[in-house]
């Protein structure tokens, strides 16, 4: 009887690995769907016929924007319908009185609106939307806050098509070209140079936002770098144009600072070039690190001769001195690159840029022997100047970990570094002898700076 039950046990085990290795089990495996679908080619027929749907799309949400002719109207109609609500009674007109719409008279100037201007104002006149706005005891919302809204989101919109038009391949990235576009259309100046502007100015966004060198468009509409390009489409403040990235001036400023660490006249900067880039402050330990890391920046150009009379034209940046050649470093894009992650050093790009350098092995974390080393040169530096030489490095070392916080006790990730809030603030002290003495006074530097003291920024460079 066992026998019979053995038996029939591996008859029905023989039947159902047949029934696995089958037809069934082929028919599941046709069903199985691809992973993969290669992109149309740009020439082929399905990738024209996708860019010209995807342009006709656009077209199509261009006509749904307002003009500053249909804002205005908006805004006139809004001003008729507010205060005139529940009872016809014009509640508040007096003088100095803030503009108000309660939910009855928002429905009667959307529809007043839609007759004026067209339907696709529909969405900006919705439940979920007046829901978002603080209301009062009547539950009514400033006027004015809902129409510096609806202009905001217009522009955005506005933005969101015209990055969307360098999108090829519809993934939603914007490209680089899409990125030098955008900043070239509020270049003002001389043609010759409008590509070299837009290219310099891209390179804000591109760093800040791109991976691969593509960046989504979600996060240019959100970045603080594109609102602040786009502010140079108004009328100039003289209070916000100088310190832009965008300006043509800065552009100038950079290029001057670049020839002036260019004392070969290459068109690249040596290590040792570049220690004048902050008058000796930063630690040639730190410096090493920077050439062996980011020296050479992606796009860089190749040396070429420059035109005659030093003139500074086109993209590529090559070597004022056509008998040097040949010459190794960093070059004017990788300078860039520089200028940026070390003005953001506390943002994730910035981070990205700055923890390979300090990661002598590459593991992707540093550990307490990396920090005292990067400091030990710090308190080199230190000591030079003429500050007190009992400066505890193992002291400093167990201060930036208790700044830092870190998973690991004993190791400090890329991670760790955003997650703290302090990653600006660590990395300026691992490179800059500078940025430790004013992270080692800001007590007493904050009171100077409230007594209207010129701070601390030539105050260690003198002693130096």
Known sequence: MAGDNESRSAEQAARMLESG???????????????????ASPDSLPGIVQRAARLRLLQARSCELLDNAQLELVYSILQQCAGKGRGGADRDSEDGAEERL???EF???????????????????RASLFLRFARDARGAIPLLSFFHYLMRRNALLQTRLHLSCFDEDGAAPGGAAGGEETAGGCAEGQDALLCEYAAFAARKLMFLHARRGRARVRDLLTSPALSELLELRMPPRDSSLPGSWFTPASMWRARALFDELDRRGCGCLSAE??????AGTMTPLFVMRLFEERAAAPGSATPQSAPAGGAWQGRVIGPRNPAIGGCCGMRWEAFLDFLLAWEHRGSAAGVRYFFPLFDLRGRGYITQVEV??????????WVAAGQYPEL???????????????????????????????AGTVIGLLADVNSFYAYDSRESLAAQADQGASGWAGALSSDM
Not at 107 to 125: K, Q, S, T, W
Not at 273 to 278: C, I, K, P, T
């Open 21 to 39: 290795t089958g037809h069934d089990s082929a028919r599941e495996l046709e069903a199985i769907p691809h992973f993969f679908i290669a992109r």
């Open 102 to 104: 309660d939910y009855d």
């Open 107 to 125: 429905c009667r100037a959307a529809a007043v609106c839609r007759e004026a201007v067209g339907a696709y104002v529909d969405r900006h006149f």
């Open 273 to 278: 070039d570049f220690l004048g880039f902050s």
């Open 372 to 381: 005292c080393t990067f400091f030990r040169a710090v308190h080199a530096l």
């Open 392 to 422: 505890s490095v193992e002291d400093v070392k167990d201060e930036l970990f208790d700044i830092v916080r870190p998973a690991h006790p004993l190791r400090i990730t890329a991670a760790d570094l955003l997650a703290s809030s302090m």
